[in-house]
C-alpha cells in the first residue's frame, strides 16, 4: 500500500477550494498560501479532510456528516453561526445545519469528498499505478481537426 500524510491531502484541497474561490470571484484577489495559515487553521483543516478520508475506508464518506462534525469543532471552539464570517466576533454563516447550508459552501464538501476518494481509491489500490511522460503537443496548424458534420 501507498503511504500519503493527511497534510498533503489537505493541502491539495486547500488549493483546489482556493482555485475555486478565484474562478466564482470570492477571493477578492488574495489567496492566502497554505503555509501562511495559522497553525489552528491548518490543523482545524487537516482534521477535517482526515475525516472526510477515514470515512472513505468505511464506504460513508458522506459531505453533510463531514459538514457537521466541521460544525462541531467549531461551535467547541466558541464560534457560532452569523450573517457574516467575523474572526473578531467568531461568527461563520457556514455554521448551520446541511439543509440550509447555501451551494457555494455545499459545493466545497464536495470537492474535499471527491479528493479524498480519489486519492483512497489510488492509495489503498492493488494495482500498481504508472505514469508515462506525454507525447509532446502539436502546434496549433498540425493538429488535423475531424470534418464538420454539414
Known amino acids: ?16 477550494l482556493a482555485a475555486l474561490k478565484s474562478t466564482t470571484g ?3 484577489g488574495k489567496i492566502i498560501d ?12 487537516v482534521a477535517i479532510v482526515s475525516t472526510h478520508y477515514n470515512r472513505c475506508a468505511s464506504g460513508n464518506n ?25 474572526e473578531e466576533e467568531k461568527t461563520n454563516p457556514a455554521i448551520t445545519p ?4 447555501p451551494d457555494e459552501h455545499k459545493v466545497k464538501n464536495h470537492i474535499i469528498a471527491g479528493i ?8 489503498n489500490s ?5 505514469v508515462f511522460q506525454d507525447e509532446p503537443v502539436k502546434e496549433q496548424e498540425e493538429v488535423q481537426s475531424a470534418p464538420a458534420d454539414e
Open 1 to 16: 500500500m501507498k503511504q500519503i500524510f493527511f497534510t498533503d491531502i489537505a493541502k491539495a484541497c486547500y488549493y483546489a
Open 126 to 130: 492493488s494495482t500498481e499505478v504508472y
Open 116 to 123: 479524498c476518494n480519489a486519492l483512497f481509491i489510488s492509495t
Open 26 to 28: 470570492n477571493a477578492n
Open 62 to 86: 458522506d459531505p453533510a456528516m463531514v459538514h457537521k462534525h466541521w460544525c462541531n469543532i467549531m461551535l467547541n471552539k466558541g464560534w457560532i453561526g452569523g450573517p457574516i464570517f467575523s
Open 98 to 101: 446541511w439543509i440550509s447550508l
Open 34 to 45: 497554505w503555509s501562511d495559515q495559522t497553525d489552528e487553521y491548518r490543523n482545524d483543516f
